[in-house]
């Protein structure tokens, strides 16, 4: 089966860095991806991981390690509009959804 | 200019209805899926398809069945519909050769079963 872990809320300061954490623990493994959902819209794409390392796009980044089971999301320089959830999607036969991490920007 | 749509947008019906909600792609992806996301926001794989073959069932009750005309299309049929039905399905597509293979997601249809 598939376990997804990341934390259900966050909230942070306009400017600031945010890390959102992921781990998994699945049958499979062909990579990790990182979403953005702002309320009541689709989930788009953020990043998505293969190899252990650091992935960087513009102001956000995503680390893979696979043998510790664990992504983390990079949020910097923080901006109003950064205000969603954050889904930790991991990618077998099928993409399993973590249950989101809602981040709450604040001025 | 819109890669996944979806239709209707919002569905408002009383239990025991059959309804349809209709799915379509322009980004030239094989693969198709249908996600539904509850209340509490999570997302969950409900069917995929590739080239119109039905590839991922994911323990669904058999009153939702999945239809793909062509590989640009994935519309769900969900007949008797029951007051836990309401959620936001949302349909995705996805290439599935060469580079991250993300899944682009439609705008998400919002069932409500009264």
């Known amino acids: 089966g598939q376990n997804i872990d990341q934390p259900t809320e966050m909230t942070a300061t306009e400017g600031a860095i945010v890390q959102i954490n992921c781990t998994y623990q699945?049958?499979?493994?062909?990579?990790l991806f990182w979403y953005q959902q702002h309320a009541g819209e689709a989930p788009t794409f953020l990043s998505y991981?293969?190899?252990?390392g650091l992935e960087e796009k513009g102001r956000f980044s995503s680390f893979l390690s696979r043998s510790k089971g664990y992504s983390y999301l990079l949020l910097k320089e923080l901006q109003m509009k950064d205000s969603a959830s954050y889904l930790c999607?991991?990618?077998?036969?099928?993409?399993?959804f973590g249950a989101g991490t809602t981040v709450t920007v604040r001025a | 200019d819109t890669a996944v749509s979806q239709t209707p947008k919002y569905l408002v019906t009383q239990m025991g209805n059959d309804k349809s909600i209709k799915c379509e792609q322009n980004?030239?992806?094989?693969?198709m899926y249908w996600y539904k996301q509850d209340s509490k926001k999570f997302l969950k794989i409900m069917f995929s398809?590739?080239?119109?073959?039905?590839?991922i069932n994911e323990t669904v009750p058999n009153r939702f069945s999945p239809k793909s005309p062509d590989k640009a299309h994935l519309n769900l049929h969900i007949n008797s519909l029951e007051l836990g039905d309401s959620a936001v399905y949302f349909c995705?597509?996805?290439?599935?050769?060469?580079?991250?293979?993300?899944?682009?997601f439609g705008p998400g249809t919002r069932l409500t079963v009264t």
């Open positions: 995705a597509s996805r290439a599935t050769s060469g580079g991250a293979n993300e899944q682009y």
């Open positions: 699945t049958s499979g493994f062909n990579g």
């Open positions: 991981n293969v190899l252990d």
């Open positions: 999607a991991v990618n077998d036969y099928k993409l399993s």
């Open positions: 980004l030239g992806h094989d693969t």
């Open positions: 398809y590739n080239n119109k073959e039905l590839i």
